[in-house]
Structures are given as structure tokens and as C-alpha cells.
């Protein structure tokens, strides 16, 4: 069963490497790592020449944004598997696309997630944010503006065939309106594994300052109403409440 990981990224050449370590370091044996630049002028080309002798494919070009880029590494993925490492994100350990494969030898299942560090954009050892997820119950998304942590979610590749990519009318929730419409539309058959998979820097675009971040809910504010779902006056209020005990700063165990 081949994983594709598709890699984003513009300008990212100062912590693009260790994501292309993290992907390269995976003890699973039919990885497609696919890396979606947007044109970068930063030398992340010779990155890609220098530490990227198991990237499969290469794309450097300008794009409309990031979930433009992740439609074009979908465009170029061949895997069953399909999941997403950006250039801010490594893999917890090195049997993490193993794990994900044994979970997804069973048949019955669409995708899997898992849990997720956010951690210090310098020192990837210090936890800023903890993502814990949960089971997904119907009608989540919607209710409590719940989606599972992005890059910790491997979906078979034919969701996306049929059920469409990355709407780009959404610049920062576009991975909520995926989740929103593969989970509480379409009810695809998930399994969460309470364990951490990916660490991830903070200071994403979606996270970047307080405008963003109520940007952000109102475009899944947006995203709910598009698909004609009824959507509780609160919906903005409990999202943001359902965030707020991922905060703490803690050591991270790399035992």
C-alpha cells in the first residue's frame, strides 16, 4: 500500500529540511513524497537538490495560496494513502507512516488520525499547544466546529476523486470544509488512534495573529452555511472554547 505525503510550502527553506529528514527517516518501504513549492526564491530548490534524494516529485511554481498547493500535490498523487507534512511539520518518530499503514490494512476504514504537538517554532522539543482529538461522533463538525488535527489525517486517495479537493474560497479553513464534508456530509468511516503522530511549529498562517484566527472561524462559519446546515448562533463561540485546553508549555519526551 503506497503513502503519498505531500509537503507545502513557499519560502520555507529554513525548516523545510527537517520535514524532508522527518519523511526520509520513515522505516515504512513505499513512501511518494511529493513537495508543492510556490515559487520560492529563499534556495529552496537547492534544498530539494541537496537533501531530497527521495522526493518523487517536484513542483516549484507560483500558486493561489496553500490549499491551491495541496490540489496540486493530490493532482500528482498515486498512493492509496494520501496525507499532508508541511514545511512546518515533522513525524513524531520514524514508524509513523507504518502505524498508519497497519491501521489502514483494515478494509472497512476511509481514513485515521491521531493527536498532535504544537510545538516552539526553534526548540521542536518544547510543547506549546497539545492536540488531543477524539472519536468522531455525526454531525461534530457542525455542532462544535470540531475537525481532526490536519496533519495527522491519512485518507485513501479515491475520497478525494470523488469527493472533490481544497475549496480555494477559503484562504485559512479550507481543511475544515474538507473535514466538514468527507466526516458530517458524507459520513466517510474514520478511526482515531490516541497516540501523537506529527509536531508541528507554531505560528501558522491560520494561527499567525488574533485577526486570522477570527477570520478563520468565520470562514468555517461560512463553510457550514454554504452546505445549507443549519448553523447554532454560538457555533463561533463553542469553537473557540474547544481550543482553549490545548494551551500549556511542557518538555517534550523524545524517549
Given at each position: 500500500?503506497?503513502?503519498?505525503?505531500?509537503?507545502?510550502c513557499y519560502?520555507?527553506?529554513?525548516?523545510?529540511?527537517?520535514?524532508?529528514?522527518?519523511?526520509?527517516?520513515?522505516?515504512?518501504?513505499?513512501?511518494?513524497?511529493?513537495?508543492?513549492?510556490?515559487?520560492?526564491?529563499?534556495?529552496?530548490?537547492e534544498?530539494?537538490?541537496?537533501?531530497g534524494?527521495?522526493?518523487?516529485?517536484?513542483?516549484?511554481?507560483?500558486?493561489?495560496?496553500?490549499?491551491?498547493?495541496?490540489?496540486?500535490?493530490?493532482?500528482?498523487?498515486?498512493g492509496?494513502?494520501?496525507g499532508?507534512?508541511?514545511?512546518?511539520?515533522?513525524?513524531t518518530?520514524?514508524?509513523?507512516?507504518?502505524?498508519?499503514?497497519?491501521?489502514?490494512a483494515d478494509?472497512?476504514?476511509?481514513?485515521?488520525?491521531?493527536?498532535l504537538y504544537?510545538?516552539?517554532?526553534?526548540?521542536?522539543?518544547?510543547?506549546?499547544?497539545?492536540?488531543?482529538?477524539?472519536?468522531?461522533?455525526?454531525?461534530?463538525?457542525?455542532?462544535?466546529?470540531?475537525?481532526?488535527?490536519?496533519?495527522?489525517?491519512?485518507?485513501?486517495?479515491?475520497?478525494?476523486?470523488?469527493?472533490?479537493?481544497f475549496?480555494?474560497?477559503?484562504?485559512?479553513?479550507s481543511?475544515?470544509?474538507?473535514?466538514l464534508?468527507?466526516?458530517?456530509?458524507?459520513?466517510?468511516?474514520?478511526?482515531f488512534?490516541?497516540?501523537?503522530?506529527?509536531?508541528?511549529?507554531?505560528?501558522?498562517?491560520?494561527?499567525?495573529?488574533?485577526?486570522?484566527?477570527?477570520?478563520?472561524?468565520?470562514e468555517?462559519?461560512?463553510?457550514?452555511?454554504?452546505?445549507?446546515?443549519?448553523?447554532?448562533?454560538?457555533?463561533?463561540?463553542?469553537?473557540?472554547?474547544?481550543?482553549l485546553?490545548?494551551?500549556?508549555?511542557?518538555?517534550?519526551?523524545?524517549g
Amino acid at each position: 500500500m503506497k503513502i503519498s505525503v505531500i509537503t507545502v510550502c513557499y519560502n520555507s527553506a529554513v525548516t523545510l529540511g527537517d520535514t524532508l529528514a522527518s519523511v526520509a527517516s520513515q522505516d515504512y518501504p513505499d513512501v511518494e513524497h511529493i513537495v508543492i513549492d510556490g515559487g520560492s526564491t529563499d534556495g529552496t530548490r537547492e534544498l530539494i537538490e541537496r537533501e531530497g534524494g527521495h522526493v518523487k516529485v517536484f513542483v516549484s511554481e507560483p500558486d493561489k495560496g496553500i490549499y491551491d498547493a495541496m490540489n496540486k500535490g493530490l493532482a500528482h498523487a498515486s498512493g492509496e494513502l494520501v496525507g499532508f507534512l508541511n514545511s512546518d511539520d515533522v513525524y513524531t518518530h520514524s514508524g509513523v507512516l507504518s502505524r498508519i499503514a497497519g491501521v489502514m490494512a483494515d478494509t472497512a476504514l476511509d481514513a485515521c488520525y491521531a493527536n498532535l504537538y504544537f510545538v516552539d517554532p526553534v526548540r521542536l522539543d518544547v510543547v506549546r499547544r497539545v492536540w488531543r482529538s477524539r472519536d468522531y461522533e455525526p454531525g461534530l463538525c457542525v455542532r462544535r466546529g470540531w475537525m481532526p488535527a490536519h496533519p495527522t489525517f491519512y485518507a485513501r486517495r479515491e475520497l478525494y476523486l470523488k469527493h472533490g479537493g481544497f475549496n480555494l474560497d477559503y484562504s485559512l479553513q479550507s481543511d475544515f470544509d474538507m473535514a466538514l464534508r468527507l466526516l458530517d456530509i458524507h459520513g466517510i468511516r474514520t478511526r482515531f488512534v490516541p497516540e501523537f503522530w506529527v509536531r508541528m511549529r507554531m505560528g501558522g498562517a491560520s494561527n499567525a495573529s488574533v485577526r486570522n484566527v477570527l477570520r478563520g472561524n468565520l470562514e468555517a462559519w461560512r463553510a457550514v452555511r454554504a452546505h445549507n446546515i443549519p448553523v447554532p448562533p454560538w457555533f463561533i463561540l463553542v469553537k473557540l472554547a474547544s481550543r482553549l485546553g490545548q494551551f500549556g508549555k511542557r518538555s517534550l519526551d523524545l524517549g
